[in-house]
Nanobody, 121 residues
Framework: QLQLVESGGGLVQPGGSLRLSCAASGFTLDSYAIAWFRQAPGKEREGVSCIRRSGDTDYADSVKGRFTISRDNAKNTVYLQMNSLKPEDTAVYHC???????????????WGQGTQVTVSS
């Protein structure tokens, strides 16, 4: 089955950290640009970060300096390290993959089911 599966979400206090994983099943990620999106209740979907096949990265201004995206092609996984989390980071986080694409990822070949991140004291 061809799919992306996110994991690593949870409940964390403000200032805490989480690492999200986006694992590919049934295909290899090395030909894909991978993006992380998030959507909070009542808000529009927001692009958070993107990593190109080359390893070059982009970040939304709202997360720059706090989040780091990386890829491990040997493990067929992309990560989003989130530090200094704020309540406004609370959302469902999804990863998306687009083959032979750069960033931003405007359309995608695969979309994960999402993982919930809640930042609250």
């Amino acid at each position: 089955q061809l799919q992306l599966v996110e994991s690593g979400g949870g409940l964390v206090q403000p200032g805490g950290s989480l690492r999200l994983s986006c694992a590919a099943s049934g295909f290899t990620l090395d030909s894909y640009a991978i993006a992380w999106f998030r959507q909070a209740p009542g808000k529009e979907r927001e692009g958070v970060s993107c990593i190109r096949r080359s390893g070059d990265t982009d970040y939304a201004d709202s997360v720059k300096g706090r989040f780091t995206i990386s890829r491990d092609n040997a493990k067929n996984t992309v990560y989003l390290q989130m530090n200094s989390l704020k309540p406004e980071d609370t959302a469902v986080y999804h990863c998306a993959a687009r083959r032979y694409s750069g960033c931003p990822v405007l359309t995608y070949d695969y979309w994960g089911q999402g993982t919930q991140v809640t930042v609250s004291s």
